[in-house]
């Protein structure tokens, strides 16, 4: 098994200082980010431009420029609900070192951005719904087949859709976090590869309580085959997580040292 | 059916070494293969090895190089010429505090002798008494400045000390010692990373045995830590490899019996190239980017079969 792959989720438009830079062109609080999360082990930066209704072709293209150039080529997801936004940041984006990935399609009004990445030959996050959160893992495994089906049908290789089985969160929705365990390993067991935003697990619980939530959920998913996630990487506890995990399922070799971040 | 030659693609890629300075420098690593499963033709390197004690070695080196033995520099020069081995390692055993505890001072002339008697790179082996290695080792980086030779083995014990000073302070290379233990070897790796060795100044010397004597352990441990490297691209080991097999090849009973001792086994010194051989194609094949030998004619053995290899 290959090694979990982080996707940075902290240069966010939700951030006020990111909207900021993202409004003014400014680089340098995304250049800081990006340092930061590749520094704590990032494999992919996402790349969240929000909505971009106006200019967000451009903007995008500036986004994966400036990440690129200032990062070796650094592989990005791009992330907005602007698809011509998307289409042009793959247009000046640089494959060196991995895929770009589209974030996201689901198998409602989303699906066009499986298409999107097969066109493009991009990875595309592919959320197992519909409309809002799946009742359940007959709906998550129904959706998670209509986008697979959608994507090789275009072309795409099964191992470029990263399937996402929504996280739901432990405040309310308690009883049905298993399920979301078993659909990993439910995909997994096809052969198929799995992402998901995991901070919506501890979603309202105090702050020093998150991280513990947080990290006993990756541990499980882990188990279960979950093979990436879309997290802050500088986490320290969740890093630590991800590598004691790594290890113990021997996708990377331990050493005394490997805790020393 | 028409054949289709499917290659495996990984992410990771073995760091290039450069050791050696001007004219002589040769480059070590490279390869985002197993080696010789690519097209790039990555080349293991082959060196030869001599000593300042060469007490203990098989008479038919004193064949080959008669007085020469007595004179590491004439040594290392005859050594290079008639092996055509791309470097050289000297080993100064005589430092040994547990043995003839030879000064600091006389293992660095002789050293800086044979550095200026042959016009390829070389490899500095201590003594392997770690506390004195420290030593004598720093004061190789420091008097052969400039010279980029590799500094043959940290051990957990002394990898600051040699780290320092070779990797750091007299930009030579450092040879991180793990004998056949991968996690050691990762261990050491990140522990020089972390003083402030850059990672394209160390060499991996994970140690090897001879073969049949337990070295499908080094077989695994070499597939292990290249497919870490290679495949999980693991950054703390994609550092090249350098394998010293000549005492482990030449300590064996094939080699160390003589023809009465054991007439059925046939001439003495062709067993020992014989063992060193089948050792050295073993590591090199299991991604040994230098290899370290005795016998010219295993080196010249070893040349051949890499360029076959690669062809």
Redesign the interface.
């Known amino acids: 098994m ?2 979990f792959m982080v996707i940075g989720e902290r240069i966010h438009c939700i951030s006020p200082a990111i909207r900021q830079a993202f409004a003014d062109r400014n680089p340098d609080p995304i250049l800081l980010r990006a340092k930061e999360q590749l520094a704590a082990g990032a494999d992919y930066l996402d790349l969240n431009i929000g909505p971009a209704e106006r200019g967000g072709e451009e903007l995008m293209q500036w986004g994966v420029k400036l990440l690129q150039e200032n990062f070796d080529n650094v592989p990005i997801a791009l992330d907005t609900a602007n698809m011509k936004a998307i289409e042009a940041g793959i247009q000046v984006y640089n494959r060196s070192k991995g895929k770009p990935i589209v974030n996201s399609a689901d198998a409602g009004d989303r699906i066009e951005y499986v298409d999107l990445a097969a066109a493009n030959d991009a990875m595309v996050i592919a959320l197992c719904s519909k409309e809002g959160v799946p009742a359940n893992n007959d709906e998550r495994i129904t959706y998670c087949s209509e986008l697979l089906e959608r994507g090789m049908e275009r072309g795409m290789e099964p191992t470029d859709l990263l399937f996402d089985p929504l996280f739901i969160v432990i405040k309310g929705m308690q009883d049905q976090l298993v399920d979301v365990l078993e659909a990993i390993q439910m995909i997994t067991d096809m052969g198929l590869l799995t992402t998901g935003g995991l901070s919506n697990v501890s979603n309202g619980a105090p702050k020093h309580i998150r991280p513990i939530l947080d990290c006993s959920v990756l541990a499980m998913a882990m188990q279960c085959g979950f093979s990436s996630a879309i997290v802050n990487p500088c986490d320290k506890r969740l890093r630590e997580t991800i590598v004691a995990c790594d290890i113990i399922k021997n ?8 805790f ?1 971040f | 059916m028409p054949y289709k030659k499917t290659e495996l693609k990984f992410n990771g890629k073995i760091n290039t070494c450069e050791i050696g300075a001007g004219d002589a420098a040769i480059s070590i690593g490279g390869e985002n293969t197993l080696l010789f499963l690519g097209d790039e033709g990555f080349k293991p390197a082959v060196g030869i090895a001599i000593t300042d004690s060469p007490e203990d070695w098989s008479d038919c080196f004193t064949d080959i190089f008669g007085d020469d033995l007595k004179n590491p520099a004439a040594w290392a020069k005859a050594a290079v010429e008639k092996s055509g081995a791309d470097f050289l390692l000297v080993k100064l055993a005589s430092a040994d505090p547990n043995g003839a505890n030879n000064s600091v001072e006389n293992c660095v002339a002789t050293v800086v002798a044979v550095e200026g008697a042959i016009n390829v790179p070389l490899v500095v082996e201590g003594c392997k008494n770690a506390e004195k290695d420290a030593k004598l080792l720093e004061e190789v980086a420091k008097a052969l400045e400039g010279k980029n030779v590799v500094l043959f083995s940290a051990v957990e014990d002394n990898y600051k000390t040699i780290g320092a000073a070779g990797g750091m302070a007299y930009g030579q290379k450092v040879s991180a010692e793990s004998s056949v233990d991968i996690n050691l070897a990762k261990q050491l790796n990140i522990l020089l990373t972390q003083l402030g060795v850059k990672s394209k100044d160390i060499i991996m010397d994970v140690g090897s045995a001879a073969v049949g004597y337990g070295f499908e352990y080094v077989a695994s441990t070499m597939d292990r830590i290249r497919l870490a490297g290679l495949g999980q691209n693991d950054e703390s080991l994609q550092m090249p490899i350098i394998t010293n097999i000549s005492g482990e090849s030449w300590g064996v009973k094939e080699a160390v019996s003589t023809l009465e001792d054991a007439p059925e086994w046939g001439d003495q010194e062709a067993r020992g190239i014989g063992m060193e051989v089948a050792t050295a194609a073993a590591c090199v094949v299991g991604g040994s980017n230098a290899i370290i030998v005795r016998h010219p004619e295993s080196a010249k053995t070893i040349k051949s079969l890499i360029a076959g290899l690669i062809g």
């Open positions: 290959s090694k996708n990377i070799l331990y050493a005394d040292s490997v020393e």
